[in-house]
T-cell receptor, first 116, second 112 residues
Framework: DVKVTQSSRYLVKRTGEKVFLECVQD?????MFWYRQDPGLGLRLIYF???????EKGDIPEGYSVSREKKERFSLILESASTNQTSMYLC???????????????FGPGTRLTVL | GDSVTQMEGPVTLSEEAFLTINCTYT??????LFWYVQYPGEGLQLLLK?????DKGSNKGFEATYRKETTSFHLEKGSVQVSDSAVYFC???????????FGGGTRVLVKP
């Protein structure tokens, strides 16, 4: 089975702290994604990476950065956490999709982050 | 840009009832369409997909048909079970094929 794991299920941090969310996949996928999930808004893409050391901004990158030093690991960094970053964060991975071939994204269980 | 609109929940049903969740989309070109499901405490799982007009995706008793003329991809199940209680997300993969655009999600609660 494909496994996407995230370092924490629940996390509580204070405003201004630097926060690291880690994601690891075991399927040798090139693509990795970070989303945030908020009620009524669905999932919104923060960043994605299509190769080691490569990254691309998603729809809501402000206040976030990412790191991909190894193929299996993709980290999301909140440089200075704020209360409006309280959310559920989901990581996903996939093989690249080309043309009409879509390769399924596999999701981790999520990290519920609360910023006080 | 691409967008997906789905009906807001929660949708509350009795077991064995018929379920429909509406989904419409806006996209350039010919997107692929998906339904993902999120069970309590878990990440999202792909439920079904359709990659071209008039395709029907199906899985676990759920069905959805890609309707290009109405830009819709409504999810249906003829007889729901308590175990179908979850949040359902409609999504599309557009011209940038590696990215998904999600709708807001619909929470479904099935009561015994």
């Amino acid at each position: 089975d494909v496994k996407v794991t995230q370092s924490s299920r629940y996390l509580v941090k204070r405003t201004g702290e630097k926060v690291f969310l880690e994601c690891v996949q075991d399927m040798d996928h090139e693509n990795m994604f970070w989303y945030r999930q908020d009620p009524g808004l669905g999932l919104r893409l923060i960043y994605f990476s299509y190769d080691v050391k490569m990254k691309e901004k998603g729809d809501i990158p402000e206040g976030y950065s990412v790191s991909r030093e190894k193929k299996e690991r993709f980290s999301l960094i909140l440089e200075s956490a704020s209360t409006n970053q309280t959310s559920m964060y989901l990581c996903a991975s996939s093989f690249p999709s080309t043309g009409s071939t879509y390769n399924e994204q596999f999701f981790g269980p999520g990290t519920r982050l609360t910023v006080l | 840009g691409d967008s997906v609109t789905q009906m807001e929940g929660p949708v509350t049903l009795s077991e064995e009832a018929f379920l429909t969740i509406n989904c419409t989309y806006t996209a350039t070109g010919y997107p692929s369409l998906f339904w993902y499901v999120q069970y309590p405490g878990e990440g999202l799982q792909l439920l079904l997909k359709a990659t071209k007009a008039d395709d029907k995706g199906s899985n676990k008793g759920f069905e959805a048909t890609y309707r290009k003329e109405t830009t819709s991809f409504h999810l249906e199940k003829g007889s729901v079970q308590v175990s179908d209680s979850a949040v359902y997300f409609c999504a599309l993969s557009g011209a940038a094929g590696n990215k998904l655009t999600f709708g807001g999600g619909t929470r479904v609660l099935v009561k015994p």
